[in-house]
Structures are given as structure tokens and as C-alpha cells.
């Protein structure tokens, strides 16, 4: 119904193949999309550079975002060989453990600055840099969860950070929409990701959303990379500044 042919999309966050980020670069890629994709250091790049070469990545390379030269870099490698940029995926986030696993009100400063810089503002950075590379439109898209509306146990200092993505969403898309920039975020139900395993009893949460979502069954990463890519496509150019739920109907029951 749709085709990414002679589109290119930026893919941050793959981490292995349970990643949304893997689930969603494999949805692009098939649909005919050229890559990019990153890793965060050293210590990530054996496990993703493979999967990176499965896919025919055109672009690879190191990115933590904390590194605006490293950022600089990998957008000017994709100016060089690209010329533009049709889709950005930004699958990132963090928090340091012990305020992950506190009470949100005992999260200290540095935490929470640190939780947002890397989950939040890197997200508007980097669509500050692609801005330039889609003269006739494009697509960016973020990673949610539904902690961000509603209080999740054990998500914690994480609900008010993914809140924080989910206005920056509706806010980018205000701005950028005159220029055909499309800003979106994908809220998943829970899923069994490595990220997600640093939260507190999240294989209880598993067990729950499977039992409660009307489908009984949870989304998996294939599901949120069919959604992704038909958000990049140019059918879905009309569309944007939402939080779309993946979630088999358990946020409307959870």
C-alpha cells in the first residue's frame, strides 16, 4: 500500500535484536528505505554493527548524544552522502539507577537533568539537525510509554520524563508542520526490551498487560515497526503530533 523507495531514515537506539529500534530500522529497510544506524560506544558496537550489516546500513557509527561532535559528525556524513534525510527514529532513554528505583520525589537534580537531556532534548536536537536535510518534508519519531499519563508502579521518575517527550512532540509538530515535518511518538505497551528490564517487577507488568489488553496479547517489536514505517511514509504525511498507542487495547482497559 505504501513504499519507502529512494527515502532515508537515521535510526538511534538499536541495541540488539530486541530493541523497538531493531523492530522498526527491519520495517523501514523492507519497505525499501536507505539506513543510517548507530551505537552508543565500544562496548555496543559488536552487538549492533551486525545487525546493522544485515540490514544493508549505508551509515554506521558510534553516536552517544551527550557528544555534540559525534552528533556532528553523523549528520554530516549523512549530508555528504545523502544530501538529505526523510526519516529520523529516536528509540533512547536513561535514568541513573538509583533514582530509576526511588520514590519520583526523592529524584535528585542531577538524575532527573540527566534523564531528560538524554530521553527529551536529544530528540529535539537532533531534529534541529535534520530540519535542514528535509526541505520537502520528513518524518521524526520518538518512543513513549503510557506512564507518561497515567502512574504506572515502578515507572517512576520515568512517567514525568516520557510526559515531558510526549509535549515536546505536540510542540515540534506545531512548529514544524508549515514545513511538512511530521512529529510523532509511539507508545508501545509494555514490551520485554532490555531498557525496560532495568525497571523494578516489569515481568509482573508483562504478565498484566498480556492478561488485561483486549487482545491478550502484548505488542511486539515487528507491530511497532509496521506502525513506524507507514508514519514515515508520504500516506501518513497528514498525520502528526500524536502519541500513538501499540498496545493490543490496554491502555483503554489498564
Sequence with gaps: MFSLEGQTALVVGVANRNSIAWGC?????????????????????????????ELGAEIM????VR??????????????RWGKLDTVLHS??????????GRVVDCSAEGFGLAMD????SFLRM???AE?????????????????????????????????????????????????ISVHALSPGPLATRAASGIAEFDELLDAAAHRAPTHHLA???????????LASREASNVTGGVHPIDGGYGIVG
Excluded at 523492507?30 to 560506544?41: E, F, P, S, V
Excluded at 557509527?61 to 552517544?64: E, F, K, N
Design 25 to 53: 530500522a527491519k520495517a523501514l529497510q523492507a519497505q525499501g528505505a536507505r539506513l543510517a544506524i548507530t551505537w552508543l560506544n565500544d562496548k555496543a558496537e559488536p552487538h549492533v554493527r551486525p545487525l546493522a550489516e
Design 61 to 64: 557509527g558510534p553516536l552517544d
Design 67 to 80: 557528544n555534540e561532535a559525534q552528533m556532528d559528525a553523523l549528520y554530516a556524513e549523512i549530508t555528504e
Design 92 to 101: 533512547i532513554a536513561f535514568c541513573p539507577r538509583d533514582d530509576l528505583h
Design 118 to 121: 538524554i530521553s527529551v532534548h
Design 127 to 129: 531534529i534541529r539537525r
Design 132 to 180: 535542514p536535510l528535509m526541505p520537502k518534508g520528513g518524518t521524526c519519531i520518538t518512543v513513549s510509554f503510557q506512564g507518561a499519563s497515567r502512574v504506572v508502579e515502578h515507572y517512576n521518575i520515568m512517567g514525568p520524563v516520557k510526559a515531558a517527550l510526549e509535549s515536546a512532540v505536540r510542540y515540534a509538530a506545531a512548529e514544524l508542520g508549515p514545513r511538512g
Design 220 to 230: 511486539t517489536i515487528e507491530d511497532v515497526g509496521a506502525y513506524c514505517a507507514f
